[in-house]
Nanobody, 123 residues
Framework: QVQLVESGGGLVQAGDSLRLSCAAA????????MGWFRQAPGKEREFVAA????????FYADSVKGRFTISRDNAKNTVYLQMNSLKPEDTAVYYC????????????????WGQGTQVTVSS
């Protein structure tokens, strides 16, 4: 079971950038696809981005495509989410998780959820 800890959130203005990190404990990190999800108050958790175990393929929600970039460094057991041109609607708690199988865009297909990191974008 991989254990995950997110960091890098904060309060920024619209148009700014942030880079989120997700550090994993466990020797099996490099065998899992990884995903980022987010949850705004009163809304369901939604898919943001995902990356395959070797970084060979990436997937994005339409709402973040062209602005966010997911990457990973298996030597550091870390996955990143670079967020550029942030908008107020990006405000949410961001979570990372390990993909276990099934749809790479579905929260049910993931496990090992971290505690999340808050991202707040002011207008």
């Amino acid at each position: 079971q991989v254990q995950l800890v997110e960091s890098g959130g904060g309060l920024v203005q619209a148009g700014d950038s942030l880079r989120l990190s997700c550090a994993a404990a466990g020797r099996t990190f490099s065998t899992y696809g990884m995903g980022w999800f987010r949850q705004a108050p009163g809304k369901e958790r939604e898919f943001v981005a995902a990356i395959t175990w070797n970084g060979g393929s990436t997937f994005y929600a339409d709402s973040v495509k062209g602005r966010f970039t997911i990457s990973r460094d298996n030597a550091k057991n870390t996955v990143y989410l670079q967020m550029n041109s942030l908008k107020p609607e990006d405000t949410a708690v961001y979570y990372c998780a390990a993909h276990r199988g099934g749809s790479i865009r579905a929260a049910y297909a993931y496990s090992g959820w971290g505690q999340g990191t808050q991202v707040t974008v002011s207008s």
